[in-house]
């Protein structure tokens, strides 16, 4: 088959869970022997020169246009005040990008049309006349098409706003909310069938109304990237974090971490060190602590940071989709201590492959065991390698969505 994937940014390199879940969809469809387009809109923040994904080989093709999307007062103001579109959806509207859309499909066959993310669904909109899938002038005879649903985004930007003491950015966030579950609704109208990624997220489209099929496709991984280096020990009485800082939920996350839990801990085990990864770090987390707290910042190779610590902390209180860290660091043979929904959509079992606390109570307590080597560290991670690599192994994932755009593809005429 021929594929034309959408994607909001260009997927490499391979730093953020975002990236690693449209890369890996690509490299893995091409893999399997069938032919990838990528149409990505290069964005500042996440700039690549045309050929950054010539090693995925013949069979793939990347076509860029050059949009900015970095975010502005001026521009957050303007979208307030006179546009009804949620404004991190506005920032990829392209007239270029159209352009290029629809060029690609006058010019080229396509077997499907896979759209990444919430952020490129606008343009299923701009491929169906009237906005409606009904009114598709039969003349363009164009394929299925998939939103591949990473979060339900308009549940997350809820969480954040119940969350926010601050009654302007409680409002601000409420109203993003509800523009981004109105456009939502209408996204999922405009494509032939949805891959979420979770179970939890599929349920939750549905609830929204969304048409048949809804199906769940986790994100799968190349577990080549993640071989375990036999030479490299962690060093004991280490906790670590490593996530994109400039997205809310794991900020909210760590300013928990570190508001709730941490002074606690570090008076009651003062050796422990917490290191902290991540790109977009603020400023303000990068001065110098005296509390055993090191924010590296951001790190070229995030399994070579995962493996010099001991155990994982994942303090997600909003947010949807799956964390593709966690799996990443499972199949290192790390042990994590999560949130229930940082875990969320992941099949691991509460004390089996994982730790699952909610409450700093709750954290509190397991990090007390960790600390008095109560936590059977060794055996959660063997068992969480064991997981990932069983579960989430990208030949698998590409299996799943073949299959789903075999049952998109139009029977042949008699």
Not at 54 to 78: C, E, M, Q, S, Y
Not at 97 to 125: I, P
Not at 256 to 274: F, G, K, S, T, Y
Not at 300 to 308: I, L
């Amino acid at each position: 088959m021929h594929i034309l994937q959408l994607c909001p940014r260009v997927p490499y390199p391979l730093t953020t869970g975002g990236a690693i879940a449209m890369y890996d969809v690509a490299a893995g469809l091409v893999q399997a022997g069938h032919r990838v387009t990528m149409l990505a809109i290069n964005t500042p923040k996440h700039h690549q020169p045309a050929d950054a994904l010539v090693h995925l080989g013949p069979n793939f093709w990347l076509v860029t246009v050059d949009v900015d999307t970095d975010i502005t007062p001026l521009r957050a103001l303007k979208n307030l005040l006179l546009s009804r579109q949620p404004y991190i959806v506005e920032r990829f509207i392209s007239p270029a990008v159209a352009a290029k859309f629809k060029e690609l499909l006058t010019t080229q066959s396509f077997d499907v049309v896979q759209l990444e993310g919430t952020f490129t669904a606008w343009y299923a909109g701009f491929l169906t006349a009237q906005g409606a899938k009904s009114n598709r002038p039969t003349a363009q005879n164009l394929p299925p098409i998939v939103l591949r649903a990473h979060n339900v985004e308009y549940s997350i930007w809820e969480m954040l706003a119940g969350r926010s003491g601050n009654p302007l950015k409680k409002w601000y966030l409420g109203d993003m909310a509800a523009r981004l579950k109105k456009f939502e609704k209408w996204m999922l109208h405009r494509v032939d069938a949805v891959a979420a990624i979770t179970d939890d997220d599929a349920q939750r489209l549905q609830a929204m109304g969304c048409p048949e099929p809804v199906v769940f496709i986790p994100a799968g991984v190349d577990f080549a990237r993640f071989q375990p280096d036999p030479l490299v020990k962690s060093k004991p009485r280490t906790l670590f974090m490593i996530g994109s800082l400039n997205w809310l939920p794991n900020l909210e996350g760590l300013h928990w971490l570190l508001r709730e839990v941490w002074p606690i801990l570090h008076a009651e085990m003062p050796d422990v060190e917490l290191h902290i990864a991540g790109s977009g770090t603020p400023d303000d987390l990068l001065r110098p602590r005296t509390d055993n707290v090191f924010v590296h910042g951001f790190v070229a190779s995030a399994p070579a940071f995962m493996q010099q610590y001991e155990l994982m902390l994942v303090p997600l209180l909003s947010g949807g989709g799956m964390r593709i860290k966690i799996i990443e660091a499972m199949a290192l043979g790390k042990a994590v201590l999560s949130t229930t929904l940082g875990a969320e959509g992941i099949a691991v079992r509460d004390g089996h492959d994982i730790v699952l606390r909610d409450t700093a109570a709750e954290w509190l307590d397991a990090l007390r065991a960790w600390g008095r080597q109560e936590l059977p560290v060794a055996a959660i991670g063997a068992a969480a390698a064991h997981t990932a690599t069983h579960t989430y192994d990208r030949r698998r994932v590409t299996g799943q969505f073949v299959d789903l755009y075999e049952r998109l593809r139009p029977v042949p005429a008699a």
